[in-house]
Structures are given as C-alpha cells and as structure tokens.
C-alpha cells in the first residue's frame, strides 16, 4: 500500500450508531492515510471527542435514542474540535441547526465517499493542522476597525476580547477582512472556505455568516459588520478607522 | 344576520321589550277600561270626606280648629289641603298651594270636581256644603299619597318601559355573551388546528361548562389530541423509513469506494454502472419520500411570506449552471416582484423539477425562459410563472398526465429524457398545497409552456 504521508497518520473520530458502515468507512479512510476510531454509542463519543487527541469528528446526527445535536452542542460547549456532520439528504433543518451549533461542514447520507475525504482534508486545511496549500504565503495579521486577526496564532479579537470561532468562521473572517470594503461573490467564498464550488441550494455559507454576526456582535457604531448583498455574496463594512494590515513580525499596537 | 351573539341578543331583548310594551298597554286599556270618570269619583268621593271634615271643623271651631286640622293632614297624609270660601278667600288663612285660586273659580263655576295634574302631584278641589247652604271649595294638593297613584301619571310608564329596555339590553347581553364566547373560542382553536398547530385546544374556558358547549370543547379538545398524536406518529414514520432506506445505500457507496481503491482499471466502467444506479435509487427514495410528505398531513410547515422574485432567480441560476453542460441558458425575467404564502422550499422544489425538465428537454444550444408577472385583475390576484423550453413539447393527449405519479412519455425508459416521473407530480402536489394551479401546453413555434398560477399577496413593478 502506498504511504501517503510521512508524519504520523492524522486520527479520526468516527462516531455513528450504523456499525458496518463505521468498518466500511475505517478501511476507505485507512487507504486514504487516516487513522480511524469510530464509536457507536453517543456518549463515549463526546467522551473521546473531547480527549484530545483527534483532529476531525466525523459525527452522525441521524443516530437513535440520543440526539446528534445534542453530542454536537456537548463538544462544541468544551472544545474546537473540527466537526463534520452526516445528515439526512434533503434535511433542511438537520444542516441549519448544525451549521448554527458549530460543526464545520455537514454531508448528506448517501455521500460519495470521495466527497468525505475532500471535505475532510478542507476542515483539516483551514485548521492548519495540515500544511497550506500555498506553503509561502506570509501569515500577515489583518485588522479592521476593532477587530483583529492572526492567522499564524489563529486567535480573533474584538474590541479587545477574543472570540471563539470555529475553522470554517475563522476562514471566512479572514477573507472578508481582507477584502474589506469589496464585495466577495458567495461563491468565491465557498471555493475559499469550504474547499468546494458553491452548490445549488447549499446555505453553508450563509449559516457561518450567521454565526459570524452573532459571535462578533454589533459594530461599532452599532451598525452590521457583515453586510449581505443580494444575490451577489457578502461584504464586510468599513467605517472610519479603516484597515490596518500589520506584517507577522511587527508588535501588536494600534496604529 | 351573520353573527350568533347578535341573533340571540336582539331575539331576547326585542321579547322583552314586546312584553313590557305588552304589560303598559294592558295596563293603560285597563285603566281606560275602568274609565276616568269611576277613578274620579273615588278621588272625589276620598276628597269630600276630607272636605266635609274640614268644614265641620270650622263651623265648629273656627279657623283655628280648621287650621289645626289642615296642619294635621299635611303630616299624616301629605296633603296641602285649603278650604276656601266662594270668593276664593282661605278660612284658615294659609298660604293655598299655587293654582288653588284658579282650581276653585272652576270648582265654583261647574259645580264639578276639578282635577289638575302638577309637576309635583295631584290637585283636586270639591265642592262642600256648609250648614247653611253656602258652598265652600276644599282644595288639596296630593303628592304622595297612594291617592296620586289613582290617577296614573303618564310620565311614569315611559320611565318604567326605559328601565325594561335598559336592564332587558344588560340581561340579554350578558346572556348572548355566555353562550357564544366559548363558541368562538372553539372556532378559533378549530382555526389553529387547521393551519397547523397542532397543540391548539379549546381550553378551560370552553371545556369547564357541564352543559353541551362544555361537552363539545372537551371532545374537541380530545380530537386534536388524536390528530396531533396521528401526525406525530407519521412524521416519525417517514423519518425512520427514510433513515432505512438510506442506510444500505451509504454502506454501498462506501463500499463502492473501496473497490473503486483496489480494483483493476477494467473494472472502472462496471463500477461507474454501479454508482450511477446507486445514485438513481436514492433520488427515486427521495422523491417519493417528498410526495409521499405532500400528500399526507405531516406536512404542515409554518407558512411565510415567500419573495416569488428571488426564488425564480435562484432557480433560474442554479438551472444556469446545469444548461451550461449543454451549451444552453436559462434566462429569469420579472415583470413584477410578487410575494405568495408558504414554505419557500417546498415551492423552490416545485419550480426546480420544471426548470430541469425543461432544461434536459430543450435542444442544444437554445435557452429555456422562466417568467414571473402578476395579473392583479384576476379574482383574486394571481402570479403567474412560466417556463419555455424549445424542446419537443409533449403530445396533446398527454399535456394532462404529465403531472402523475411515474408517467414518462417515451414508453422506454430512456436516460438521457432523465428523471423517474416523478418530479412534475411533485411539483402538482406542492402547487396545489399552496392554493395555485399548474398547466402545461404546447408553444406555438415548438416547444412547451408550463404555466404556474399561485395566489398573490402583493405584487411590485420589478
């Protein structure tokens, strides 16, 4: 079997109630170069999901008895871990109340398993416990009027306080923020942040928005900080202090 | 008259106004019946005595035993009384009541007994005849007497009839309240649970009542239990069937995956064939699935106001992207901006099997037109939705059923016609759950038309 990576293989957390999806899906993950654990009981979930020792939970919200919601919420009340979710096709609900808990990126059971992987290998992306695809590129600390961000550190700050945000909200903040002022096309956004094109009827997106707004708060001069433009995508709003882009050596410090 | 509340307050008081009115005439024909003239001579008769009375107490005592007598009258009997000589002087030398002067003239000039209604009572003045012939008038004023009564003052019955009226109004009011309030509580519960909540009951109010409205709110109150529980118990049917029906096809598909990883490039054809299939069996569990919801009351999500406008673009760019594979368009032009009643989804699911049907019928090249515009003339306001395709169009006889279940034209089962049929009568259903209607009909210069009519809220000039 070809080896994938050098370093040691990235762990998974598996955790779905369907055992001989949870075998099939451990031997496929395997070949793609992950190590998989995978979990049919909710709570022992949580339980290792919150050990600390993987990099991305594969979470099924579609299991009996105990809520996925519900796991989802107890580890996102402890813990960043980059979640994905599996959901029901054609759930509407189950994607938004995901999305708005704090998972990263949901997928609709029956998936390509092809389609979990790239997904998989987005989340890891972003939360940079994969190296970036464009190696080279300076991590420069970007700040907009009273918020702050360093993606080197991956910490944002507002109005001097720091925000928890997941993968998925800490890129699309970055993006915004530096392209402050200009509108960026909801696909752009999907391309940068999820890794995939922006499908029809996919409101990814538009719930990490959300939860962006609802994380950072009111402006301040009260008014949005994330302004949605209709059928064109979002643009972050500038008022008067304006950017201020500061390279990853300088001293933090306004200017 | 439409209202119950109104239907019963009006019957009751009308009633009880008649029969009041009822009671006063008989009451007035009684009395006219009786005839004044029997009433007047028992006042007349009642008055003499005094009179007579009186004037022995003057022949006998002087004007101070007749003084001493008329004072007595007025605080046992409340009555003014005066006796006055034929020219009107009075013996006692009090002050006569106001008219007394004028009363007596008139007594004196008929002979008669004079009554006259004042504002505070009766008075009456008779003739008495002294000792030695000589005519003498007793007048008195009686104000309140039983002996006023006698006589009837009309004012009276009108403000007797005015207090029927006003207690009758308060009563029947009351009584009309009583019986429809719980009425219309019903309704308004009936209303919510036919909109779609489910927990809508007809509450204390209606159910505490031990007589047949209370019996009627308690079994309403027990039927929407049973209709929240049927509902429920559906909803989490469809959910489980769906849960596993899907669960043998993620597990094929992931093992698709691992052959796909560790079989020969040979085999790549067969296992394409395999997640082509795969995938077609899990769109055919969906859809049935959604008609399946559609037909059947689990479906009841709260309805909002849907922008027509944005939906048609939406389903114009994402039909858009599809067209580009075949080097064709899908174009959305709004006349106006229309807002409808329902669950956005659910009509963007309608719209999207027609714009993709359109879209895989339409020849290479051309471009498939969706139109959105109101028609606020029509009763009641509609909005109007087309898609224009440049297609084949559908056989005349076939324009009907195109909208049922599993219907395909072509008798063969031909892939590249897409689809298992069942998306137009997803559509058809979603339509008509939302108070509209769906056509299809043959364009002119080739092609089809698919026109969508859904009631509007309001519309705006795009």
């Known amino acids: ?255 | 008259m439409r209202s119950l509340f109104l239907k019963i307050f009006l019957c009751f008081w009308l009633a009880t106004i008649l029969l009041a009115a009822e009671f006063v005439a008989f009451d007035q024909w009684n009395r006219r019946e009786h005839g004044p003239s029997h009433r007047r001579a028992v006042l007349g008769n009642i008055v003499s005595l005094y009179g007579d009375r009186a004037l022995q107490k003057w022949e006998r005592g002087g004007s101070a035993a007749l003084r001493a007598y008329c004072e007595r009258l007025g605080q046992t009997a409340e009555m003014h009384a005066v006796l006055l000589d034929e020219h009107g002087t009075d013996l006692a030398e009090q002050t006569p009541p106001a008219g007394a002067a004028e009363l007596a003239a008139r007594v004196q000039a008929t002979g008669e007994l004079q009554v006259d209604h004042t504002a505070t009572g009766l008075l009456v003045g008779t003739r008495v005849t002294g000792a030695n012939e000589q005519p003498y008038v007793f007048v008195t004023e009686i104000t309140r007497s039983p002996l006023r009564d006698v006589f009837g003052n009309p004012t009276t019955w009108m403000w007797r009839l005015l207090a029927v009226i006003v207690t009758g109004g308060i009563v029947c009011y009351g009584l009309a309240r009583y019986l429809t309030a719980p009425i219309r509580r019903l309704r308004t519960a009936a209303g919510q649970l036919a909109r779609g909540d489910l927990t809508a009951r007809a509450g204390a109010q209606a159910g505490r009542r031990r007589d047949e409205i209370g019996d009627l709110g308690r079994d309403f109150d027990f039927m929407a239990e049973r209709v929240e529980a049927l509902v429920a118990a559906e909803r989490r049917l469809l959910r489980d069937i769906s849960h596993e029906l899907r669960s043998p096809l993620a597990r094929l598909n992931v093992a698709l995956g691992l052959a796909r990883q560790n079989a020969a490039p040979a085999a790549a054809p067969a296992l394409d064939r395999i997640e082509r299939e795969a995938e077609r069996l899990n769109e055919l569990i969906g859809q049935l699935l959604t008609l399946t919801r559609l037909e059947s009351a689990a479906q009841t999500s709260d309805a909002v106001e849907v922008q027509l406008g944005e939906l048609v673009a939406e389903v114009a760019a994402d039909g858009e992207f599809e067209a580009a594979t075949r080097n064709g368009h899908v174009r959305a032009l709004c006349a106006h901006d229309c807002v409808t009643h329902g669950t956005a989804d659910l009509l963007r699911s309608a719209l999207e099997n027609v714009v993709r049907n359109a879209v895989q019928h339409t020849a290479d090249g051309t471009e498939v037109t969706v139109t959105l515009r109101a028609e606020p003339a029509a009763a009641p306001a509609t909005a109007v939705i087309e898609v224009r395709d440049h297609g084949p169009g559908v056989p005349e006889a076939a324009l009907q059923n195109i909208f049922r279940p599993f219907y395909r034209i072509a008798d063969a089962r031909d892939r590249k016609t897409g689809g298992v049929g069942l998306g137009l009568a997803i559509t058809e259903r979603a339509i008509r759950l939302h108070g509209g209607t769906v056509r299809a009909a043959n364009a002119p210069d080739g092609g089809l038309i698919v026109r969508i009519e859904l009631p509007c809220l309001r519309a705006t000039p795009a």
């Open chain 1, 1 to 255: 079997m070809p080896e994938k990576t050098n370093h040691p293989k990235t762990r998974l957390l598996l955790v779905d109630d369907d055992v001989e999806l949870c075998e099939l899906l451990t031997q496929y993950l395997g070949s793609e170069g992950f190590e998989v654990e995978a979990i049919q009981d909710a709570a022992t979930g949580v339980e290792r999901a919150l050990g600390g020792v993987f990099a991305l939970a594969v979470l099924d919200v579609m299991m009996p008895g105990i809520d996925g919601f519900e796991v989802l919420r107890r580890i996102r009340a402890r813990s960043a871990l980059p979640v994905l979710m599996l959901t029901a096709r054609g759930d509407d609900v189950d994607r938004i109340v995901g999305l708005e808990i704090g998972a990263d990126d949901y997928l609709p059971k029956p998936f390509n398993p092809r389609e979990l992987v790239a997904r998989i290998h987005a989340i890891l992306r972003r939360a940079g416990a994969h190296p970036p695809a464009d190696a080279h590129e300076p991590a420069v600390r970007v700040a907009v009027d009273d918020v702050e961000l360093d993606p080197g550190a991956r910490v944002v700050h507002c109005a001097g306080r720091p925000v928890e945000l997941t993968s998925a909200e800490f890129a699309l903040l970055e993006l915004l923020l530096r392209e402050a002022g200009r509108v960026v096309p909801r696909d752009e956004l999907s391309r940068t942040v999820l890794g995939r094109r922006l499908m029809p009827f996919d409101r990814s997106i538009d719930m990490h928005v959300s939860n962006l707004r609802r994380k950072l708060g009111p402006g301040s001069d009260q008014a949005e900080r994330i302004k949605t433009v209709r059928s064109l995508g979002y643009l972050y709003v500038v008022s008067g202090m304006g950017r201020r882009d500061a390279a990853a050596g300088d001293a933090p410090g306004p200017t």
